[in-house]
């Protein structure tokens, strides 16, 4: 019987055949998600970055006609409060994917826990190989290289691609890169870059600045099946990731807990 800290745990029946092979409870994972710009702080030299997108009814969804609604529900002048209403899907913006949104019986966002959502963040950049390919993932080889040059990859971590994608994000057909017959294009994690992290390192979470952790041209969502089937989670739409340290920062995502949540929308940020 396999007991070292690198051997998957056993699952439950109701999680998929990936999650036998690489499940096991999150350890402390972090999500990435921004919203504005991010900002350097000066004092005591340490840093802090906002990563989640402002939440907008202009910001590209995956499938055109999924973006949100919103009205003015109460004015100050009638009521002396002021505040809306909106529609809104669970996956638009900076937003979380949990283990229930592909995998049947998985866990929820009520039951992700809090340790889970604050992770030491590893940036994996391939912005340059993204802007002549967009159909670019990140390989074994991507984080091999990563160790090579900073350290290895902490358990727990949350592991971010860094695409360059966010200079798009004011076009929404750029930014789904649609082409002619309808298949999306940008980049994303390849499904054998996913289980070399949930196996060999363990793995929190991954993020990405694009709209899936998958690459847009996937149509069977492996790396989620990966990912989600593990019990781990994932964050899309990850903001200003280009001022984010490659190695050393703590990402904290603080996802919000729809009753029932397949996932939801969070406010992402990172010190160093």
Known sequence: MCTTPECPRQTTPAVSRRAALFGGALVAAGAVLAP??????PRHGRGLADLTYPLTTTFPAFTPGEEPA?????SIPEAGYYMQEWRILEHYGTHVDAPGHFI??????????IDELVA????IDIARRAARDPDATVTVDDLLAYERRYERIPRGAAVLMYSGWGAKVGDPDAYRGTDAAGTLHFPGFSVDACEWLLRRRGIGSLGVDT??????????FDTHLALL???RYGVENVA????????GATVTCGLIPYEGGSGGQARVFATW
């Open 70 to 74: 919103r009205r003015t529900f109460v």
């Open 240 to 247: 200003n990731l280009r001022r984010l340290p490659r190695h």
């Open 211 to 220: 709209l899936s952790i998958d690459p847009g041209i996937s149509a069977t």
């Open 104 to 113: 049947e019986g998985g866990r929820l966002s009520t039951e992700i826990r």
């Open 120 to 123: 030491p963040a590893v940036v």
């Open 36 to 41: 504005s710009a991010a900002q350097a702080s």
């Open 229 to 231: 089937g593990a019990d």
